[in-house]
């Protein structure tokens, strides 16, 4: 009996890491992730300021050209 209790918990150990792990992986494609490595934004897919800054800020530099005037102050339709 005791056998079967450590196999079982090994079992379950096994399967918590495999569910660990595909929810990690998971959370790389989330939509709460900004894309920093290529111009994926326009300030049409954004509908508030808060919006444009959080991916704003996420990257350095201005990859998605959200500032073409580079005032500092990205998407002046939604950031005035
Ligand atoms: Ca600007």
Do not use: I, W
């Not at 079992?11 to 495999?18: E, G, I, P």
């Not at 709460?32 to 994926?40: R, T």
């Not at 800054?53 to 950031?79: I, N, T, Y």
């Amino acid at each position: 009996m005791r056998h079967l209790v450590s196999a079982l918990a090994a079992l379950l150990a096994v399967s918590s890491l495999t569910l660990a792990t595909t929810a990690s992986a998971q959370d790389d494609t989330s939509d709460d992730e900004v894309v920093c490595s290529y111009d994926a934004y326009n300030c049409g897919d954004f509908s508030s300021c808060a919006q444009v800054m959080q991916v704003f800020r996420a990257c350095e530099g201005d990859v998605h050209k959200l500032d073409r005037d580079k005032d500092g102050v990205p998407c002046e339709s939604l950031c005035d």
